[in-house]
Antibody, heavy 117, light 110 residues
Framework: EVQLVDSGGGLVQPGGSLRLSCAASGFMFSGYWMSWVRQAPGKGLEWVAKINPDGSGKNYVDSVKGRFTISRDNAKNSLYLQMNSLRVDDTAVYYC??????????WGQGTLVTVSS | QSALTQPPSASGSPGQSVTISCTGPSSYVGGYNYVSWYQQHPGKAPQLMIYEVNKRPSGVPDRFSGSKSGNTASLTVSGLQAEDEADYYCCSYAGNNMVVFGGGTKVTVL
């Protein structure tokens, strides 16, 4: 059974940093594109970043370019999102998801990031 | 403001059908057949319901169907059931290896 477990969220001040993790199991993690998708409180879904299977290719939504870095460790079956220079409007539940042909088949349970002073 | 436009709400009685539209630029929905739909219940992670316009993943009831005409994709839920009450989001390939989501539609079963 495919399982994605998101962790690392919390309360951080504006300008601060946070690193999210996603632990994967039940499938060949090293063969999949992976993405982070976020959802601000009471709002819709927003794709944030994606990474190819070997970690050499990455894409970001414009609003996080230069501040967020997606990475992965295939030996540990783990996906990461390093978030720097956090802003109030980055407050959201962050989900990791498997991606294939521009669709998201499996999702983590999400981890809440709150940026507030 | 989302790149893809969905109606904020839709409703129907049990057993009826409801159709949700998703309209975007010709370079998004109209340009590719990579349109997917997600169901999200309150406090839960989204679940893939339709991919590549009209394909259903294993385990999704055939009451859910998708279509596309020009720049507008649609999700139809036939034979509405109480458990279909949820938020629904469309998603489309937007070029440059990126995707965009619609703003979401809240479906109410009356």
């Amino acid at each position: 059974e495919v399982q994605l477990v998101d962790s690392g969220g919390g309360l951080v001040q504006p300008g601060g940093s946070l690193r999210l993790s996603c632990a994967a199991s039940g499938f060949m993690f090293s063969g999949y594109w992976m993405s982070w998708v976020r959802q601000a409180p009471g709002k819709g879904l927003e794709w944030v970043a994606k990474i190819n299977p070997d970690g050499s290719g990455k894409n970001y939504v414009d609003s996080v370019k230069g501040r967020f870095t997606i990475s992965r460790d295939n030996a540990k079956n783990s996906l990461y999102l390093q978030m720097n220079s956090l802003r109030v409007d980055d407050t959201a539940v962050y989900y990791c998801a498997t991606e294939a042909s521009f669709r998201f088949d499996h999702w983590g349970q999400g981890t809440l990031v709150t940026v507030s002073s | 403001q989302s790149a893809l436009t969905q109606p904020p709400s839709a409703s129907g009685s049990p057993g009826q059908s409801v159709t949700i539209s998703c309209t975007g630029p010709s370079s998004y929905v109209g340009g590719y057949n990579y349109v997917s739909w997600y169901q999200q219940h309150p406090g839960k992670a989204p679940q893939l319901m339709i991919y590549e316009v009209n394909k259903r993943p294993s385990g999704v009831p055939d009451r859910f169907s998708g279509s596309k005409s020009g720049n507008t994709a649609s999700l139809t839920v036939s034979g509405l059931q109480a458990e279909d009450e949820a938020d629904y989001y469309c998603c489309s390939y937007a070029g440059n290896n990126m995707v965009v989501f619609g703003g979401g539609t809240k479906v109410t079963v009356l």
